[in-house]
């Protein structure tokens, strides 16, 4: 799977704090945009997607692994695609250890025969967002 090899290329990067390899995943651009999955919203243009990866990169926060716990899927259509599913990121700050369920979509785009990310949303669901709990019956 083309996409999912280069997500996987870029969350090795993530993991390894590596700057450039993080940066080189992204289409640069002031319209490249970011879904965050926290304390933020979201994060537009590439100016500032980096700034906060160096931030990041600065923190206590060190990502042990991602593992697709649903898919990934994806699908390709010229030089646009998108790849997506369920992860489990382990994490380790300071002493503590943990592991943090997410949705992750990037739509990508080919640049210079590599995939770069265009769009980037990880989030996770509300446990109840219209306090009615789950609307889909069993």
Request: charged residues 25%; negative net charge.
């Amino acid at each position: 799977m083309i996409l999912s090899s280069r997500i996987e290329k870029f969350w090795d990067a993530v993991k390894q704090k590596n700057i450039r390899g993080i940066e080189d995943a992204y289409v640069l651009s002031e319209q490249t945009y970011v879904i965050l999955e926290g304390p933020r919203f979201s994060t537009l243009g590439s100016t500032q997607i980096f700034k906060g990866w160096k931030d990041f990169s600065a923190s206590p926060i060190n990502l042990q692994s991602m593992t697709w716990v649903e898919g990934p899927i994806e699908e390709i259509n010229g030089t646009m695609g998108w790849v997506g599913g369920i992860t489990d990121i382990a994490i380790l700050v300071g002493d503590k250890e943990f592991t943090t369920r997410f949705r992750c979509t990037f739509v990508m785009s080919l640049v210079e025969d590599d995939w770069k990310i265009k769009h980037e949303h990880v989030s996770a669901p509300l446990e109840d967002p219209y306090g009615i709990g789950d609307w889909l019956k069993t």
